[in-house]
Every structure is written in C-alpha cells, then in structure tokens.
T-cell receptor, first 111, second 116 residues
Framework: SQQGEEDPQALSIQEGENATMNCSYK?????LQWYRQNSGRGLVHLIL?????REKHSGRLRVTLDTSKKSSSLLITASRAADTASYFC???????????FGKGTLLTVNP | NAGVMQNPRHLVRRRGQEARLRCSPM?????VYWYRQLPEEGLKFMVY????????ESGMPKERFSAEFPKEGPSILRIQQVVRGDSAAYFC??????????????FGSGTQLSVL
C-alpha cells in the first residue's frame, strides 16, 4: 500500500500547548500536504510543502519535510479548543494528480 | 463563489438498491476526485475525472461502481445493488485546471451512505 501513516493516532492536549503530529510515507513525492477534518465534515487544506523544501510556516502552523526519511511533521503552536479535529497528511507522487491520504491523527484540545 | 457541493448529505438504501451521489465542483474547476472514508480511517481514492473523461479509476471496485462527469451537470458516483459494506462517507473534491495553485483539493461535505 502507498498509504502514509500518521502518528500518534490520537493526541489530547490542553489549550495553549503545542501539538506535533508526524507522517511517514513510502514512495517518492512531488509534494506533501496537510488537511484538517472536523467531525462529519469534508477536509480543508492547511498547507503544502514541496519536495525541495524542508520547512514551511503558515500562521500557527509549521511543517517540516525530510525526504531522506520519508517523513513530515505538523506543529500547531499555542493550540485552541477550535483546533480540535482530525489531521491528515497526503502526498502526491509521480502521477502528479492522485493524493494519497494517511489514516490521520485525532487531536483534542481541552479548554 | 460556492464551494464543492455534494448531495444528498445523507442517503439510506436497502441492500440491492442503487445509490446515486452527486457532486458539483467549484466554479471554474474541471477536475473531480471521489474518495471513500470508513469510520476512523483515512480517505481512500476511488476515481479521478475530467469533463467527459475518466482519467484514473484504479481505486474503484470493478463491479457495481461507476462514475461520470458529463459536459453539463454534476459528477455522479453510482453504486448499483448496494451491500452493507458500501456504507461509508463518500467525499468529492475538485481542483482547477492544471496550473500553479492547482495542486490542492477542495472538498465537499460528503455524502454519508447507510445500507440497511
């Protein structure tokens, strides 16, 4: 399977703390993306990092990519209760159009 | 600018019936993807379509499932003779024509199919 894997599967933290989620994948990639899904809703794109980039920031989000280890991490700083959601990484390989998703990390931020 | 619209939001079918799921992509988007999600699982790719063409259906079961994206109207995912194992959330996503910025997907809210 080309599916990626996120860890941890579930993460529970207090508001204000940082949350780190990791993602591993198996194939070569063109880019890696992170999406967020609130319960019962569709996915929302958060951030994209290309294979030639090592780190990217967007607001309270920081993404790193290590292509030698085929892994990525998503850091959410100063978390809020509204950040409670499932977070998925997704990657695109040689086909350049099909996104392959991991199983996700369920983040719970307690007020 | 409306987002990706999927309907119905919930669909209940009895075993053996047909399920039709509709997806209208965002305005200006000509690429449509269908994904299936089981509880506490990630999204599994099913099919990728452009207007009037199926580009990749490698993730779609060979029997009972079909998809189309006609020149006019929404994309349709059709499941014939549904079985309980078809119960899942089905998500549609769209992206613009292939140019810079077309690499992310815009998702609809999904159709929850329940087979009794």
């Amino acid at each position: 399977s080309q599916q990626g894997e996120e860890d941890p599967q579930a993460l529970s933290i207090q508001e204000g703390e940082n949350a780190t989620m990791n993602c591993s994948y198996k194939t070569s990639i063109n880019n890696l993306q992170w999406y967020r899904q609130n319960s019962g809703r569709g996915l929302v794109h958060l951030i994209l990092i290309r294979s030639n980039e090592r780190e990217k920031h967007s607001g309270r989000l920081r993404v790193t990519l290590d292509t030698s280890k085929k892994s990525s991490s998503l850091l959410i700083t100063a978390s809020r209760a509204a950040d409670t959601a499932s977070y998925f990484c997704a990657h695109r390989g040689g086909s350049n159009y099909k996104l392959t998703f991991g199983k996700g990390t369920l983040l719970t931020v307690n007020p | 600018n409306a987002g990706v619209m999927q309907n119905p939001r919930h669909l209940v079918r009895r075993r053996g019936q047909e399920a039709r799921l509709r997806c209208s992509p965002m305005k200006g988007h000509s690429h449509v993807y269908w994904y299936r999600q089981l509880p506490e699982e990630g999204l599994k790719f099913m099919v990728y379509l452009q207007k009037e063409n199926i580009i990749d259906e490698s993730g779609m079961p060979k029997e009972r499932f079909s998809a189309e994206f006609p020149k006019e109207g929404p994309s349709i995912l059709r499941i014939q003779q549904v079985v309980r194992g078809d119960s899942a959330a089905y998500f549609c996503a769209s992206s613009p024509t292939r140019r810079q910025g077309s690499e992310k997907l815009f998702f609809g809210s999904g159709t929850q199919l329940s087979v009794l």
